[in-house]
């Protein structure tokens, strides 16, 4: 059975969401698409801001709400070139981040559903 999207927090906490996203932004600076449309000056800015965001829609505390305020997510990536290649290659990141973990396989297949929809929805160009 898949874990809900707002019950993964409950299911792996914090330190579970804080794994994945590390190991996402781990691959990011040499990756060949993504790399340049990241704030190299502020990768550790931008980690703990998909951390929050993700901790919040994950069921968790909502302290991205009141540091960011509302998502808006397709208006925040308007700047960023958000074609196939890119959204591919950001849910490829992804998989690899989340296969790599010590997540239960309930909670990765859920986790893996979501972001990819996510960023399909996300495509802009
Ligand atoms: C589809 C491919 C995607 C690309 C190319 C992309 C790219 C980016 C870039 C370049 C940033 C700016 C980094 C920063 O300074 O914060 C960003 C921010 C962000 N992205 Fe994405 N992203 C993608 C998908 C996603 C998905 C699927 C999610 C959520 C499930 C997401 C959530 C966020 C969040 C929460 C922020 C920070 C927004 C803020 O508070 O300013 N992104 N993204």
Excluded: C
Aim: proline residues 6%.
């Amino acid at each position: 059975m898949n874990v809900p999207v707002n019950e993964v927090f409950a299911t792996v906490g914090e330190s579970g969401i804080r794994e994945v996203v590390a190991a996402f932004y781990r691959q990011v600076p040499d990756d060949s698409i993504l790399g340049p449309m990241y704030p190299r000056d502020d990768m550790e800015g931008a980690e703990q801001r998909l951390r929050s965001f993700l901790v919040y829609r994950f069921g968790g505390p909502d302290t991205y709400l009141s540091e960011r305020g509302h998502p808006r997510l397709r208006m925040r990536h308007a700047p960023f070139a958000v074609n196939q290649a890119a959204r591919d290659r950001w849910v490829d990141l992804m998989t690899t981040a989340i296969d790599g973990s010590s997540l239960a396989d309930e909670v990765k297949s859920a986790m893996k559903v979501f972001l990819a929809d996510v960023a399909t929805f996300l495509l802009n160009r």
